[in-house]
T-cell receptor, first 114, second 113 residues
Framework: KAGVTQTPRYLIKTRGQQVTLSCSPISGHRSVSWYQQTPGQGLQFLFEYFSETQRNKGNFPGRFSGRQFSNSRSEMNVSTLELGDSALYLC?????????????FGEGSRLTVL | AQSVTQLDSQVPVFEEAPVELRCNYSSSVSVYLFWYVQYPNQGLQLLLKYLSGSTLVKGINGFEAEFNKSQTSFHLRKPSVHISDTAEYFCAGAIQGAQKLVFGQGTRLTINP
């Protein structure tokens, strides 16, 4: 079956702009998590959605937001972009029962902020 | 707070040599532990996980890890590596009841011919 699909794969924005990233989970998976990956900070948890509800949130400013639709697809939005937001944003899906289940990651959206 | 520490940022080894990637965790509650691998320009893929039971966990691609509660460690091992094992490896932990993973900083494994 198809894996986790993230779009776009690459994008370039300038400071102050906003960006929306999309994630389509594996069919049947109800949980979608977002992570930010940077060389300096590594992988950091942004938030997790399950059945359209945010279940967990990481320590990121309010400029970072997300949502999940009834078909489990998820979007994350970053407003007022800063240079430090340049990163690989990874989406992961799971069946959603508990964290003991395997997370399936997409290939990521690489954001460059100029 | 839950944290995961990978002790080596880079590990170079020769092909067919054994390798150990070290991971320590800190937690005062029950913990679930994972190893993920990231190949260049790809997302992360689960290698293995420890939830409970046997402390020796076998994963894909010949990797295994041993959970050691007294040393709060979860080191990853492979008896003989191949060029195709070149990747970045991440140790991760989760607290029971929390729907998120805390990742270590990653260890870049480089295989030399």
């Amino acid at each position: 079956k198809a894996g986790v699909t993230q779009t776009p794969r690459y994008l370039i924005k300038t400071r102050g702009q906003q960006v929306t990233l999309s994630c389509s989970p594996i069919s049947g998976h109800r949980s979608v998590s977002w992570y930010q990956q940077t060389p300096g900070q590594g992988l950091q948890f942004l938030f997790e959605y399950f059945s359209e509800t945010q279940r967990n949130k990481g320590n990121f400013p309010g400029r970072f937001s997300g949502r999940q639709f009834s078909n489990s697809r998820s979007e994350m939005n970053v407003s007022t972009l800063e240079l430090g937001d340049s990163a690989l944003y990874l989406c992961a899906s799971s069946l959603g029962g508990t964290i003991t289940g395997e997370l399936f990651f997409g290939e990521g959206s690489r954001l460059t902020v100029l | 707070a839950q944290s995961v520490t990978q002790l080596d940022s880079q590990v170079p080894v020769f092909e067919e040599a054994p390798v150990e990637l070290r991971c320590n965790y800190s937690s005062s509650v029950s913990v679930y532990l994972f190893w993920y691998v990231q190949y260049p320009n790809q997302g992360l893929q689960l290698l293995l996980k420890y939830l409970s039971g046997s402390t020796l966990v076998k994963g894909i691609n010949g990797f295994e890890a041993e959970f050691n509660k007294s040393q709060t460690s979860f080191h990853l091992r492979k008896p003989s590596v191949h060029i195709s094992d070149t990747a970045e490896y991440f140790c991760a932990g989760a607290i029971q009841g929390a729907q998120k993973l805390v990742f270590g900083q990653g260890t870049r494994l480089t295989i030399n011919p």
